[in-house]
């Protein structure tokens, strides 16, 4: 694990939109797994600047969302189609047809999570994955549970995620109970793992990185991650 303490948000975005622009440099057609929620926002904004300094180019690139929330429409504007179209999408050079992320109206769930890995498979896999973590550790939206699940898989939100993302949704809206997220093979296989926490993100980075890897705290198994990289604020330590 190769980990990089940095004192401000700021400099958590720079650093992780670094870590990007690099792969990029390296393999324009990079596969990239990309997160959503309120943490990478700085890192997309940094991309987004970086693009314009013609510094990046996502001309050749793919990208593969981690998630979904399953029954809102692409255009809701709580979706992580629209979150995605917003924060990066819209502003840079990526080619529509190399963008991917699950259909959170999918009338067969079943199929909708097979279609979603065999995608990854075809895409030979990714190369650089962003991940944040839940309060709970989480990541993607692979909750605490009895077991790791491996595959893409459709999940219900635990009450805290659900009550950590309320904030998104407008008042007497409801966050969905369910969500499409993509499963450790996905994350384990990445060939390059990129956690950003925060500092209010403390405890649990703490369990995560140095306590006992459980399916209870499903960030634990990147413990056993070969090439993971943690951005992290000095609070968070
Ligand atoms: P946050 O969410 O970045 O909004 O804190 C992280 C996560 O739930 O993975």
Not at 17 to 25: G, H, M, P, Y
Not at 87 to 113: K, M, T, W
Request: glycine share 6%; charged share 20%; proline share 3%.
């Amino acid at each position: 694990m190769n980990k990089i303490l940095v004192s401000s948000y700021e400099q958590l975005s720079d650093t992780a939109a670094e870590e990007v622009v690099n792969q990029l440099t390296k393999k324009p057609d990079s596969v990239l797994a990309l997160a959503t929620g309120s943490t990478p926002k700085g890192m997309y904004e940094k991309l987004i600047e970086r693009y314009h300094e013609g510094k990046v180019d996502f001309g050749q690139a793919y990208t593969v969302n981690l998630d979904e929330y399953q029954g809102l429409p692409a255009e809701h504007l709580q979706s992580y189609h629209y979150y995605m179209k917003k924060q990066l999408f819209d502003e840079v050079n990526i080619a529509s047809d190399h963008i991917y992320i699950p259909n959170g109206l999918a009338e067969d769930a079943r199929q909708e999570c097979q279609a979603y890995d065999s995608l990854i498979e075809r895409l030979n896999g990714i190369d650089l994955m962003v991940l944040g973590i839940g309060r709970n550790g989480h990541i993607a939206f692979n909750e605490p549970a009895a077991w790791f699940d491996c595959n893409t898989h459709l999940v219900r939100l635990s009450e805290s995620t659900i009550q950590a993302n309320q904030r998104f949704f407008s008042e007497g809206e409801e966050v969905p109970k369910y969500a499409y997220t993509m499963g450790m093979k996905a994350v384990m296989g990445a060939k390059q793992v990129l956690l950003l926490a925060g500092a209010d993100k403390h405890n649990i980075l703490k369990d995560a990185l140095y306590g006992r890897i459980t399916s209870a705290l499903p960030a634990s198994i990147l413990q056993l991650h070969p090439n993971l990289v943690v951005i992290c604020e000095e609070k968070a330590e």
